[in-house]
């Protein structure tokens, strides 16, 4: 005989379609984390000496290119209020705090000729107040932000050359934050970098060469490797820290289960992550095949002397192999594949011409203020298990996740939503799929210069009034919820926090 409260728990698990039943937490050493970016929050873009960046350039010399003609120069004025936004993280009850370091702030030429003092002052009393806070700091080398002298003088990613001026700039972060810092990350998606920042006009310096977005791919997986060498060979045995690099993944899936569509989302999975993440986390090393075959071939097409994908010796395949103590992942979405070839459907958002691919967004899901980004949690745990599969289950650390909406809410269900369901997935990659993901930040901290979107598009847990001086920021439901989620280490379906009205439950959560 069954009791009553097994019986009404039983119902109640019917109706929860099993997945109350199977309540995931989080590991006991799973790390929360939430994450910015300097340029997109920091302001202060000509103070304490601090030098321009391709951002300052851009959005100051042509400012049509951003959506409202906004600009990064006071921002979220983070570079003032270290005191105000650590109180804040403490409050969230995070682990660590993901943030970037402005290479312009600390090396204004971008090379070493002049250290600035102010740079090397700043992030010193960030780092020094998070830790006496119980905070890790978890830092980014590089977040888009490129010095503008670097760009103008060098040609940006496009040289070679920069790959020892990124060393030269990484030993300086080693020299003067390492003995507090124990995380590092290189670069902040370098697929976007060079994909949408030299093959496209997306992000700044919008330089659209046909071979830009490989060049520059060339020279930051090189630079990669050499800022982790440099950190092995002098300060990983004092310092023991950790360096890995932060890669994108938007999941690619087939739009049917055609083989054509399936191998067209094959190809999109490694024109985009395994780009960067196959050079350093395979066995084997090197580009992927896919794209060594097809970028010779639509060079050859063109009557090019050589490939637009420039080759590694062997000496450089074996620096990159293996350069790298973990994997950070940024995910927000899913986009579905097709061949390029198939002209029933429009050419997406998305779109590198060698993979011979057309990948699109589902315009019937739940949307976002951004256009390319759609509320698709399944694909989060698809990713996670491709990784694991493709690069022999590497630990996993997700730095950026999360969802934009216009800003005017602070009851922001969709945010809410959109955490309890991808975070959902993610449990269920680790539960059942025994993926290694270890950590997890939340995109993002606040409401911040979305770069080319200006301030029109808001992933911030915090909403910031960019309209007053004093930048006030104010909690909305999401951050309660995700403190929620942190101290109770598993997702609430249920907390609605005081003084916020409950959301309507998800419909995707009753698909899952
Ligand atoms: C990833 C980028 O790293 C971050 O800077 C950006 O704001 C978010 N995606 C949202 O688009």
């Not at 637009?308 to 010796?313: I, K, S």
């Not at 650390?397 to 922001?412: H, W």
Request: negative net charge; glycine residues 6%; contains cysteine.
């Amino acid at each position: 005989m069954i009791n009553f409260t097994t019986f009404v728990v039983f119902c109640f698990c019917l109706y929860e379609s099993f997945s109350y039943c199977k309540e995931y937490t989080f590991p006991n050493n799973f790390k929360f984390g939430v994450a910015t970016a300097a340029y997109q929050v920091e302001g202060a873009w000509n103070t304490g000496g601090k030098g321009e960046n391709i951002w300052d350039h851009m959005t100051h010399t042509n400012p049509s290119s951003i959506l409202d003609r906004s600009n990064g120069d006071i921002a979220c004025d983070s570079y003032h209020k270290i005191k105000e936004d650590v109180r804040l993280l403490k409050n969230l009850g995070v682990d660590f705090y993901r943030f970037s370091i402005s290479w312009s702030r600390i090396l204004p030429s971008g090379k070493t000729d002049h250290i600035n003092p102010d740079g090397i002052r700043y992030y010193n009393e960030l780092i020094d107040e998070l830790l006496a806070n119980d905070i890790k700091p978890f830092v980014t080398m590089h977040h888009y932000d490129l010095p503008q002298p670097l760009q103008e003088e060098e040609g940006g990613f496009l040289n070679l050359k920069l790959a020892d001026y990124f060393e030269d700039y990484a030993d300086v972060l080693y020299k003067n934050f390492g003995d507090r810092v124990r995380d590092w990350t290189t670069f902040n998606q370098p697929t976007l970098i060079c994909f949408l920042g030299y093959s496209g006009e997306f992000i700044a310096p919008m330089i659209t060469r046909k071979d830009g977005g490989y060049l520059c791919g060339h020279t930051l997986l090189i630079a990669h490797a050499k800022a982790y060498h440099l950190y092995n060979k002098r300060y990983r045995a004092s310092q023991k820290g950790r360096i890995g690099i932060v890669q994108n993944i938007f999941w690619f899936e087939p739009r049917t289960n055609n083989i054509e569509d399936l191998q067209a989302a094959e190809a999109a999975n490694e024109f985009n992550f395994g780009w960067f993440a196959n050079p350093i986390f395979s066995k084997e090393g090197d580009y992927p095949q896919i794209m060594k075959e097809n970028i010779e071939y639509a060079s050859k097409q063109e009557a090019l002397p050589k490939s637009r994908l420039p080759e590694f010796t062997q000496e450089e395949i074996e620096l990159i192999k293996g350069s790298a103590d973990f994997l950070g992942v940024n995910h927000y979405t899913t986009f579905y594949c097709s061949p390029v070839e198939d002209k029933s459907i429009e050419i997406g958002l998305f779109y590198i011409p060698d993979m011979n691919t057309n990948c699109i967004v589902d315009k019937t899901a739940e949307g976002s203020s951004s256009s390319w980004l759609k509320v698709k949690p399944t694909g989060f745990r698809k990713a996670l298990n491709w990784i694991k599969q493709q690069y022999d289950n590497p630990e996993v650390i997700i730095l950026e996740n999360g969802i934009s909406d216009a800003g005017n809410l602070l009851n922001d269900c969709l945010r809410v939503n959109y955490y309890n369901l991808y975070l959902t997935e993610m449990l269920k990659a680790i539960h059942e799929d025994g993926c290694n993901v270890s950590g997890y930040a939340a995109w993002s901290f606040m409401d911040n210069f979305e770069w080319r979107s200006g301030y029109t598009q808001k992933f911030g847990l915090y909403s910031v009034d960019f309209d007053d001086p004093a930048r006030p920021r104010t909690p909305k439901m999401s951050a309660f919820v995700f403190k929620n989620i942190i101290r109770e280490r598993k997702i609430n379906w249920t907390y609605t926090p005081d003084g916020f009205r409950p959301c309507e439950r998800s419909k995707i959560k009753e698909e899952l």
